[in-house]
């Protein structure tokens, strides 16, 4: 069990304990004064310094392990997340009182094109996604919350994955729960820091096994993995594919692509 589930999981895990969606969370001044000042504080100044870092790291191939151990502490406490599959996306927008989608900030930062990838989830009417400031986007506070059913984001959440994207879910001041993101390399802040040996995101909570009766070996699932956690392994003049529990993060993406369907998930 992970330390917030330990934490904040009141027996579940972390990330399906209803109330960490709930109403009184949002009673936190210091929690609302994260969300109002969210994009220019976490996003815009977390990409100006994750590129600094990554300059760094192509030439030293590390981190201080002190720069990394503040960067997780910080993570953790205002806006940490954890990979999670499409059955668990299932369960948990599948029980949400309001979801909105709204563009992905890490997106437009990086690109300055608008990208609606990520959603607000919660579980009681009075949501927090009004403290937001939408107009970093250049748009009207309206025009950039739409509001969706569980099922319709749910639909949106399946077809995203489809197309290569990792499912996320992230605290807004932990334990918290503000929305969930749907990531791809790159463009994501949090897909960008694992790169650099900085998990500001935990491993799921599955993770991929291979059929060897199934598997042919064709690579397609090694192609998929956005963690270089599918190699391979020639026995008996046949090549198939081996899943590293201990780099796979449990996204799923790697079942997608199999055409034998020799993948699925397990518990961590």
């Not at 999670?84 to 309001?98: K, N």
């Not at 969930?180 to 390399?185: A, H, L, V």
């Not at 199934?214 to 956690?229: N, P």
Request: proline share 3%; with cysteine; charged share 25%.
């Amino acid at each position: 069990m992970c330390e917030f589930c330990t934490k904040h999981g009141d027996g579940k895990v972390w990330f399906k304990n209803a109330a960490n969606y709930a109403n009184d969370l949002m009673a936190d001044l210091r929690r609302r004064n994260y969300i109002k000042d969210f994009f220019q504080s976490t996003i815009d100044n977390g990409v100006v310094t994750i590129g600094r870092l990554e300059v760094l790291y192509r030439k030293k191939k590390t981190l201080p392990a002190r720069l990394v151990h503040q960067m997780v502490a910080k993570a953790k406490e205002e806006h940490f997340g954890q990979v999670v599959t499409i059955e668990e996306i299932r369960e948990i927008v599948g029980q949400a009182a309001t979801v909105v989608r709204l563009p992905c900030a890490c997106r437009w930062a990086a690109l300055k094109k608008e990208n609606r990838c990520c959603y607000s989830v919660s579980y009681s009417p009075e949501c927090w996604y009004g403290d937001l400031d939408m107009s970093y986007f250049g748009i009207a506070q309206d025009e950039g919350l739409e509001s969706l059913s569980p099922a319709e984001a749910i639909s949106q959440m399946e077809a995203l994955e489809k197309s290569g994207a990792v499912h996320t879910i992230w605290t807004m001041i932990t334990p918290f729960i503000g929305a969930i993101c749907n990531c791809e390399p790159g463009d994501c802040l949090g897909l960008r820091t694992l790169s650099l040996d900085v998990e500001t995101m935990f491993r799921g909570e599955n993770r991929a096994i291979v059929d060897e009766q199934l598997c042919i070996g064709c690579g397609a699932c090694a192609d998929v993995c956005h963690f270089s956690a599918i190699t391979s392994t020639q026995a008996d003049d046949r090549f198939k594919a081996v899943v590293e529990p201990a780099k796979c993060f449990g996204c799923g993406l790697c079942r997608n692509s199999c055409p034998t369907n020799a993948l699925s998930m397990i518990d961590r």
